[in-house]
């Protein structure tokens, strides 16, 4: 007898606190009242020199409840960003249909089944959104029209208009021909540069992405120039592929 989850759920927690635990509630519900065999992986890595609440909070969600796994593994290097993260979450999905989304409230719960019955209902390898309403910062949002512009221009023809855009839901054999190196942001482009390399079956649906309740968004210049080398690099790199 098959017992594995219809759908697992990566939510990427870290920094995310009480809201963690609000959106993690909310999706459940979701994914309840359609009566899917779900897990939920609550990601919340952290770096032991910084205090995270994060931490306690998903690991209290998940003591009473067989459905949701709390992973919080100890990040040793600075490196070890988002894409590690999420890469930690993937590794340890059982689900036929694997979603990965942010647990910080600005990307909607109720958006993981959306991507799900999209995925099923065309027989598809892999479905994103886009986000066709933002509310975020100005700054974030062209540099953002800019990133997906070259990603456009150097990775031609590629599929989705907005490459960071979540929850990415994908079929588990999709999962397998993927070779994740990414431990940064870079981590959602690289699963769409792959997706063309592997001429994955793609769709898209629009979504809003809401301003965060506790910070403004934004991207620093640090982050913008680790985006231009990891552009360079992945382009030799298909290039050489």
Known sequence: MNTSPDISVVVLCYGCGEAARIFSTDLQKRLTDRDLNYELLLIGNYFPEKHDPTVQIIQNIARNDPRIKA????KKEKTM???????????????ATIAVIDGDGQMPPEDVIRVYQELIKKNL?????????????????????????????????????DMNAKPKIFTREAYRKLNLESNDWFIDAEIMIQAKRHHFRTGEIPTTFYAHKERESFISFKAIWEFIKNLIRYRWKELRH
Do not use: E, Q
């Not at 992973?71 to 100890?74: D, G, L, M, P, R």
């Not at 960003?81 to 689900?95: E, Q």
């Open 125 to 161: 390898d892999l479905v994103k959104t886009t986000r066709i309403f933002r509310y975020d910062s100005i700054w974030r949002r062209f540099i953002s029209k800019i990133y997906n512009m070259c990603m456009h221009i150097l990775f031609f023809p590629i599929a989705g208009t």
């Open 71 to 74: 992973i919080t593994n100890s």
């Open 81 to 95: 960003g988002m894409g590690w993260d999420m890469k930690s979450g993937l590794a340890a999905a059982s689900g």
